[in-house]
């Protein structure tokens, strides 16, 4: 497929310039960085080390190849033929404009240019630029690998198609641009995370709650309704039959009560400030910040994969995003068709053991293989064509026998990668053979004997031409090949 971005530019190389660049590098974009800081190759390295670990775990999908990463000496150097660059320097409005002009009079002028502030307005950061219809703000979220919201914000002289490109762009790296209307200091994310602050720094002032009492009632509670429905939806749901009006007669009187005191801040004295920040460390124990991170990353990773399978499968708020952005990945595999080698079995997925797969004796689960199977199952049909859109016609491939030999073992963050090697096909039936493999040597831990029969309206029938002319070469070219250890065996029978 036609890649909206070729090269991006990352000017700042911190945690978000850092999350940026791991985003684009792992969706297939090629990114130059460039900061001065003695120790920004080593922090954004860590970034990515910690990116690619959740990128294993996100999807099974088939990633692009993974694009090149470079640093420039020179900011001039970083931005030439980018087409989208990315500004995530300190919060300074002087030097934000300094750069944003800087980057102005060396980029093409068709590039786009989008900020990571978190509460500058874009108009302010336009001033003296040449071509400011391209300037915006992107505003992400922390990590920016994972967490796919972008805030787009554009200021007086944003033009309109700028702001439609960048969502397209944003869509490409599995990202949802979402447009603020009206051009207001801080945006709307956070405004609303900044009420809950100051709210929760009185508490903490007042000695009504700690910070880990405050992080506990937030994440035993309503912070697990947030992370799939928001707020307004959220109570909706608590106002019952009657939905948000009910909700609102019931409990907007309580809005005027002196409950809170978001119109006041405590002021951040040393004592306070230390009270804080003991507890914060307390809560945290031994972890350190990468500790930390990576718990984060396995947790959001967990949260976004459960989104994916809601709704009966077509996904719900961040999970039906990724689920798009795999279908867009899958669909720009199939492209590349041509370019795989039928030589040997097909390599289709690359994954890592996760936490989630684990058992008791901490290896992974029965069940973890048949997904792993499955998946490359999966990933076999769609490269023939039976996607979504031809499942919609009645047509599909149902697996109608499976025998699965369990080999060797694979425990918490082992690489793993499966093949596919089709045995035999006709018109109406498809004989597979997978293997799964460890990714640090290569040795077979399962093997997986499938065989599929070709449904339309859940009776047995031909698939397509469109769909055996995409199979039978596979098959042809596999025919050649040394028949598997292993297949055809039946459960219990000695080697």
Same mark, same amino acid.
């Given at each position: 497929?036609?890649?909206?971005?070729?090269?991006?530019?990352?000017?700042?190389? +911190?945690?978000?310039?850092?999350?940026?660049?791991?985003?684009?590098?792992?969706?297939?974009?090629?990114?130059?960085?460039?900061?001065?800081?003695?120790?920004?190759?080593?922090?954004?390295?860590? /970034?990515?080390?910690?990116?690619?670990?959740?990128?294993?775990?996100?999807?099974?999908?088939?990633?692009?190849?993974?694009?090149?990463?470079?640093?420039?000496?020179?900011?001039?150097?970083?931005?030439?033929?980018?087409?989208?660059?990315?500004?995530?320097?300190?919060?300074?409005?002087?030097?934000?404009?300094?750069?944003?002009?800087?980057?102005?009079?060396?980029?093409?002028?068709?590039?786009?240019? +989008?900020?990571?502030?978190?509460?500058?307005?874009?108009?302010?950061?336009?001033?003296?630029?040449?071509?400011?219809?391209?300037?915006?703000?992107?505003?992400?979220?922390?990590?920016?690998?994972?967490?796919?919201?972008?805030?787009?914000?554009?200021?007086?002289?944003?033009?309109?198609?700028?702001?439609?490109?960048?969502?397209?762009?944003?869509?490409?790296?599995?990202?949802?641009?979402?447009?603020?209307?009206?051009?207001?200091?801080?945006?709307?994310?956070?405004?609303?995370?900044?009420?809950?602050?100051?709210?929760?720094?009185?508490?903490?002032?007042?000695?009504?709650?700690?910070? +880990?009492?405050?992080?506990?009632?937030?994440?035993?509670?309503?912070?697990?309704?947030?992370?799939?429905?928001?707020?307004?939806?959220?109570?909706?749901?608590?106002?019952?039959?009657?939905?948000?009006?009910?909700?609102?007669?019931?409990?907007?009187?309580?809005?005027?009560?002196?409950?809170?005191?978001?119109?006041?801040?405590?002021?951040?004295?040393?004592?306070?400030?230390?009270?804080?920040?003991?507890?914060?460390?307390?809560?945290?124990?031994?972890?350190?910040?990468?500790?930390?991170?990576?718990?984060?990353?396995?947790?959001?990773?967990?949260?976004?994969?459960?989104?994916?399978?809601?709704?009966?499968?077509?996904?719900?708020?961040?999970?039906?995003?990724?689920?798009?952005?795999?279908?867009?990945?899958?669909?720009?595999?199939?492209?590349?068709?041509?370019?795989?080698?039928?030589?040997?079995?097909?390599?289709?997925?690359?994954?890592?053991?996760?936490?989630?797969?684990?058992?008791?004796?901490?290896?992974?689960?029965?069940?973890?293989?048949?997904?792993?199977?499955?998946?490359?199952?999966?990933?076999?049909?769609?490269?023939?064509? /039976?996607?979504?859109?031809?499942?919609?016609?009645?047509?599909?491939?149902?697996?109608?026998?499976?025998?699965?030999?369990?080999?060797?073992?694979?425990?918490?963050?082992?690489?793993?990668?499966?093949?596919?090697?089709?045995?035999?096909?006709?018109?109406?039936?498809?004989?597979?053979?997978?293997?799964?493999?460890?990714?640090?040597?290569?040795?077979?831990?399962?093997?997986?004997?499938?065989?599929?029969?070709?449904?339309?309206?859940?009776?047995?029938?031909?698939?397509?031409?469109?769909?055996?002319?995409?199979?039978?070469?596979?098959?042809?070219?596999?025919?050649?090949?040394?028949?598997?250890?292993?297949?055809?065996?039946?459960?219990?029978?000695?080697?």
């Amino acid at each position: 497929m036609t890649r909206l971005v070729r090269k991006a530019a990352c000017i700042g190389g +911190g945690v978000i310039g850092g999350g940026w660049a791991a985003r684009f590098v792992l969706s297939g974009h090629d990114v130059t960085i460039y900061d001065p800081h003695e120790e920004a190759q080593r922090k954004v390295g860590e /970034v990515l080390v910690n990116a690619e670990r959740a990128y294993a775990k996100l999807t099974m999908a088939p990633l692009p190849k993974r694009g090149r990463l470079n640093f420039a000496k020179t900011l001039e150097e970083a931005v030439a033929d980018a087409d989208w660059i990315q500004e995530s320097v300190p919060e300074r409005l002087d030097l934000k404009q300094k750069v944003h002009q800087q980057i102005d009079a060396a980029a093409r002028p068709d590039a786009l240019i +989008g900020s990571s502030t978190s509460g500058l307005l874009p108009s302010d950061m336009q001033a003296g630029l040449r071509h400011p219809e391209r300037m915006f703000v992107a505003h992400p979220f922390n990590p920016v690998y994972l967490l796919p919201l972008v805030e787009l914000v554009g200021g007086a002289a944003t033009s309109t198609q700028a702001l439609d490109r960048a969502k397209a762009d944003l869509a490409e790296i599995g990202m949802k641009g979402v447009a603020i209307e009206h051009e207001i200091e801080a945006f709307v994310a956070d405004r609303l995370m900044e009420a809950l602050w100051r709210e929760a720094l009185w508490l903490v002032k007042d000695g009504v709650a700690t910070t +880990g009492e405050i992080d506990d009632i937030m994440r035993y509670s309503f912070g697990l309704r947030w992370a799939q429905m928001g707020l307004f939806q959220t109570f909706q749901i608590a106002g019952g039959e009657a939905g948000m009006r009910h909700f609102l007669h019931q409990f907007g009187p309580a809005l005027h009560w002196p409950w809170t005191k978001l119109t006041d801040v405590p002021e951040l004295t040393e004592e306070l400030i230390e009270t804080i920040a003991s507890q914060c460390d307390a809560c945290s124990g031994e972890l350190t910040v990468r500790d930390l991170e990576r718990l984060r990353d396995d947790n959001l990773v967990a949260i976004l994969q459960a989104l994916k399978g809601g709704d009966n499968g077509r996904g719900w708020g961040a999970g039906k995003l990724l689920k798009e952005f795999e279908d867009w990945l899958w669909a720009d595999r199939d492209e590349r068709a041509g370019d795989l080698d039928l030589s040997g079995p097909l390599r289709l997925i690359e994954t890592t053991v996760n936490p989630a797969w684990l058992d008791y004796n901490g290896h992974m689960t029965e069940f973890r293989y048949l997904q792993v199977l499955g998946e490359t199952t999966d990933a076999l049909l769609h490269l023939i064509g /039976v996607d979504m859109d031809y499942v919609g016609t009645g047509g599909s491939y149902y697996t109608v026998e499976t025998h699965i030999r369990h080999l060797g073992e694979a425990r918490l963050g082992a690489p793993l990668y499966a093949t596919c090697q089709v045995l035999s096909a006709d018109e109406k039936r498809l004989h597979l053979f997978h293997r799964i493999h460890k990714g640090d040597g290569d040795a077979v831990i399962a093997t997986g004997e499938h065989l599929l029969l070709h449904v339309e309206a859940g009776r047995a029938a031909p698939a397509t031409a469109s769909i055996l002319d995409k199979l039978m070469p596979i098959a042809e070219a596999h025919a050649r090949l040394d028949r598997p250890e292993g297949a055809g065996r039946r459960v219990g029978e000695r080697r």
